[in-house]
């Protein structure tokens, strides 16, 4: 039996040692190796179903790494070039509609913001539509919705305040008056009939 636990042990070790060289690392975020190119960049916050075959479709263009190969197959060098792709992505002739930030507000530059960079622009944008005082920050500041949808039913937060139904005003009118005693004569027999 110990010898059989000492044969499990390499066996295990040898698992997750494959586990741990089938995660990647690229733009902040760890990837599953076994995912191919375009599914893997598109775990990565700010890359799409499209940017990520675009890329993919560029990456093939300039290094000859097709789209159906796993991630974890992959050698540092080439993790490394996708990784400069992104972060300069003119250089891979991807077209400009397909980018997440075109004419930036103040560099006006076309540019592809991914993982935390894309979070804290996103964040100054909002900052910056609240100090500015545009409609936009109002909505932003008061939690409302931005985009014109309809508030009427949908967004709410805070106590619930619903219609009053027919069955809730008549228990809260039966609790309003008072009980009488029992067996006190009702006060309907005991009025004469009109005739």
Known sequence: MAEESNEQKPKQEQREKQKAESIIRIAGRDINGDLDIPS?????KGIGQNFANALAISIKSLYGIDKSTKLGSLNEDSIEKIEELLND?????????????RNDRE???DMHL?????????RQDIENDIRIQSWRGFRHRYGQK???QKTRST?????????TKKTAEAA???AQTPAK????????????AKK
Request: charged share 20%.
């Open 172 to 174: 809260a009118k039966a």
């Open 89 to 101: 992505p003119k250089k891979a002739k991807i077209p400009l509609y397909i980018f997440n930030r």
């Open 155 to 163: 967004g709410r937060t805070g106590a619930t305040v619903g219609v």
């Open 114 to 122: 991914v993982g935390t960079d894309l979070i804290v622009k996103v």
């Open 40 to 44: 893997a960049l598109s775990q990565i």
């Open 181 to 192: 005693p029992v067996g006190a004569p009702s006060t309907e027999a005991a009025a004469p």
């Open 146 to 148: 931005v985009r014109g």
């Open 107 to 109: 560099t006006g530059a």
